[in-house]
């Protein structure tokens, strides 16, 4: 499968994880941030990197061409020329969905979430009814029933759970199995 890939905002301007981010880059981070947006309601809409094999060769190389560009002004540092190139892919995203509805493809089922981390994608369906909808827009992909996530994470992550209900507001970035019966009174085990 062909892939184009988007540019993946860094917050330039987040002093923490960015602090030595140039004018230039914060300025063309900003620009990008519309495009971004826009690209994940598509994303949100039609799957991850999915809308450029929905329309024709022509449309899709069009808007890869568009995002070379845009890349480019990136890499260059050339906030007007960002802002420029930002516009220009959002009007390829709204082209391209315009493009695959009038062919009869169908966006996915609302309460639906595409997420992929390592390489792997993930669905989780809202409604385990869509499940069919989108297993047939995405075939291979795996789809978790909101019923399933929560049986995993009683399962699996009862240590998951105690730090959330500790650390109110906290973000799990990783977890790993904990030896023994998972005690939550002794040592926290990081």
């Known amino acids: 499968m062909a892939t184009i890939n988007r540019p993946k905002r860094q917050r330039a301007g987040d ?4 602090p030595g981010a140039s004018a230039s880059e914060i300025s063309c981070d900003h620009a990008v941030a519309p495009f971004d947006r826009v690209a994940r309601e598509m994303e949100q809409a039609w799957g991850i ?3 450029p094999e929905l329309v024709s060769p022509a449309t899709a190389a069009k808007y890869g061409s568009a995002m070379a560009k845009l890349n480019a002004s ?3 540092g050339e906030p007007e ?3 420029t190139r930002a516009a220009v892919c959002i009007r390829g995203l709204q082209a391209m969905d315009a493009e695959a509805r009038a062919a009869g493809h169908q966006s996915t089922p609302d309460g639906f ?3 992929e981390q390592n390489g792997d994608t993930i669905i989780i369906a809202r ?3 869509d499940w069919k909808a989108i297993e047939a827009m995405h ?3 795996a789809i978790f029933s909101m019923t399933e996530v929560a049986n995993a994470l009683e399962a699996y992550g009862k240590t998951v759970m105690a730090v959330k209900r500790e650390f109110a507001g906290s973000k799990i970035a990783a977890s790993r199995k904990v030896e023994g019966d998972g005690d939550m009174d002794g040592d926290i085990p990081f």
Request: proline share 5%; hydrophobic share 45%; aromatic share 4%.
């Open 127 to 129: 409604d385990a009814r």
């Open 113 to 115: 979430w595409m997420h």
């Open 81 to 83: 020329e960002c802002a």
């Open 15 to 18: 002093r923490l994880t960015n």
């Open 49 to 51: 990197e999915k809308l």
């Open 74 to 76: 990136i890499a260059a």
């Open 139 to 141: 075939p291979g992909v």
